[in-house]
């Protein structure tokens, strides 16, 4: 009885060095096989996997370890996929924390005001850590993709700053910037002056992607918006050098000429009377707004001044004074 005694001591004593080896453990720093340690968890990666890609990615610990950390917490089935990154000086409890909280490493890629589709498509193509699976997709198989067939791709994603995780699809950030443009244009279009001769959100889009071109100076943007707004209210043609640059494509030199502007096409608005067909640029939230509510003006032309701002007239004979004065050297 008294061997018994002992053995079940020497086994409680066991148990209990285990356990206090066990706890200092998991507030005790992992060791790294390199300064930084990344890793990207995909969704429906289970505990046991997801301990054993730390050791793999140079975590120097027992995979087994970990796991029985991770299923010993209760909390291993709220681990996040996502990417993540760890520094010397983490430990295991951290380690989960930051997996459970889902504080990943993001990457980011930015969409500027005025950029084309194809600049969107070319900023993605060059992201980091990002996984292009569009570059082969026609833009009908793109807008397909995101949810919107049949719907032009230009104009239909909003300018902003996106982060997202390492290794994530890009269609997965353009469905973002997509949500996002119309979220935003379904704002603007509610709050949107009455009498404005535009039918559409898709109407408002179009015109504030011209807008967004036509702006030098942002303290114009209103009033240029008020005289497009003029135009399009007496049937006059909008006149615009940005949706003739736009058809021209890659065919445009830098140098627009005057048989660019007589040769008749769809994005030709001196020819063509109303809108383009669609939009020729991404408008910003500034360019939505300002078409939505633009600047009450008589005036019907506006000349850039060569500063970044834009002279106004009410008249073709004041506006041609003004073409002469800014764009001519003329007195």
Do not use: C
């Not at 009908?140 to 995780?165: C, H, K, N, Q």
């Not at 003006?297 to 970044?308: P, S």
């Amino acid at each position: 009885m008294r061997s018994l005694g002992v053995l079940l001591l020497v086994a409680l004593l066991a148990a209990a060095a285990a356990g206090w080896t066990a706890w200092r453990w998991l507030d005790a720093p992992l060791a790294l096989s390199t300064e930084r340690v990344e890793l990207s968890i995909e969704p429906g990666t289970s505990p046991r996997t997801v301990a054993e890609a730390w050791v793999a990615a140079g975590v120097q610990a027992s995979p087994r370890w970990l796991f029985e950390w991770f299923r010993f917490s209760g909390e291993s089935r709220r681990i996040r996929a996502g990417s993540y990154e760890i520094e010397a000086g983490i430990t295991p409890r951290d380690l989960l924390d930051k997996m459970v909280q889902g504080r990943e490493v993001l990457v980011t890629v930015r969409f500027i005001e005025g950029w084309t589709l194809r600049q969107v498509r070319s900023a993605l193509a060059e992201a980091p850590a990002l996984r292009n699976s569009t570059a082969a997709m026609s833009e009908a198989e793109l807008m397909t993709a995101i949810g919107a067939p049949g719907v032009a791709g230009e104009g239909r994603f909003f300018p902003d700053t996106y982060a997202y995780s390492k290794g994530v699809s890009d269609l997965t950030v353009l469905k973002r910037a997509h949500q996002a443009m119309q979220r935003h244009l379904a704002e603007a279009w509610s709050a949107r002056q009455p009498g404005l001769a535009l039918r559409s959100p898709d109407d408002l889009l179009i015109l504030a992607s011209i807008v967004e071109k036509e702006t030098g100076r942002a303290s114009d943007r209103a009033r240029i918006a008020g005289v497009f707004a003029n135009r399009l209210r007496i049937g006059m043609p909008l006149q615009t050098d940005p949706t003739v640059i736009y058809g021209l494509g890659e065919a445009f030199d830098g140098n627009l000429r005057r048989r660019d502007l007589e040769t008749d096409g769809p994005f030709n608005t001196y020819t063509r009377r109303g809108l383009p067909p669609t939009p020729i640029a991404l408008p910003g939230l500034a360019s939505l707004n300002a078409t939505a509510r633009p600047e009450a003006t008589d005036a019907l032309y506006f000349v850039a001044r060569g500063d970044g701002t834009s002279a106004f007239s009410a008249t073709l004979a004041e506006h041609n004074r003004a073409v002469n004065r800014y764009q001519r050297g003329g007195r």
